[in-house]
């Protein structure tokens, strides 16, 4: 099976901009969530999307938001962009039932100038 | 709150060393505990997870962990060390009622020496 890919991998942004990531989960699943690393918060859960549905939220601000697709992509989009969001954005994918396991993509890296 | 302690954010060890990496866990229900981990500009890659089964927890690349409950650690081990493991590792732990967002340590970068 193909592994979670995601689009784009590398990204520069100025202040103030949006911008949208893409996450392509592997063939069968229906979970995605989305976390943040950064070298000073480490890693961060941002949100995560089940046949189309929000089903958990972490703390970060309304600037930060996704979606979920029928063939279960996802993207996220963050608006307003500020310094603070430069990191390294990670999608995991998982069946989002009992496996309890999720698998990673190699992550977007978005650099805010 | 689930959270997760990761004691010591570099570790080094001769390659044939025993590896040891240590993860220390709080929760209020019994966990779903990961070890990850990461590459250089690479995702996340699992290496084992306990989800209340055996205790002794074996996973890819020679690594295993053993669940604690007294001590409230789930600790990562390999008995020798390879030039390939040097990577970060994660520990993270979720909670039965959300068990897709995970709560990560702050990492331990395992560098191996020849």
């Known amino acids: 099976k193909a592994g979670v890919t995601q689009t784009p991998r590398y990204l520069i942004k100025t202040r103030g901009q949006q911008v949208t990531l893409s996450c392509s989960p592997i063939s069968g699943h229906r979970s995605v969530s989305w976390y943040q690393q950064t070298p000073g918060q480490g890693l961060q859960f941002l949100f995560e999307y089940f046949s189309e549905t929000q089903r958990n939220k972490g703390n970060f601000p309304g600037r930060f938001s996704g979606r979920q697709f029928s063939n279960s992509r996802s993207e996220m989009n963050v608006s307003t962009l500020e310094l603070g969001d430069s990191a390294l954005y990670l999608c995991?994918?998982?069946?989002?039932?009992?496996?309890?396991?999720?698998?990673f993509g190699p992550g977007t890296r978005l650099t805010v100038t | 709150a689930q959270s997760v302690t990761q004691l010591g954010s570099h570790v080094s060890v001769s390659e044939g060393a025993l590896v040891l990496l240590r993860c220390n866990y709080s929760s209020s229900v019994p966990p779903y505990l990961f070890w990850y981990v990461q590459y250089p500009n690479q995702g996340l890659q699992l290496l084992l997870k306990?989800?209340?089964?055996?205790?002794l927890v074996k996973g890819i690349n020679g690594f295993e962990a053993e669940f604690k409950k007294s001590e409230t650690s789930f600790h990562l081990t390999k008995p020798s060390a390879h030039m390939s493991d040097a990577a970060e590792y994660f520990c993270?732990?979720?909670?039965?009622?959300?068990?897709?967002?995970?709560?990560f340590g702050t990492g331990t970068r395992l560098q191996v020496f020849p």
């Open positions: 995991a994918s998982s069946s989002g039932t009992v496996t309890y396991e999720q698998y």
């Open positions: 993270a732990v979720s909670d039965q009622a959300n068990t897709d967002k995970l709560i």
């Open positions: 306990y989800t209340s089964a055996a205790t």
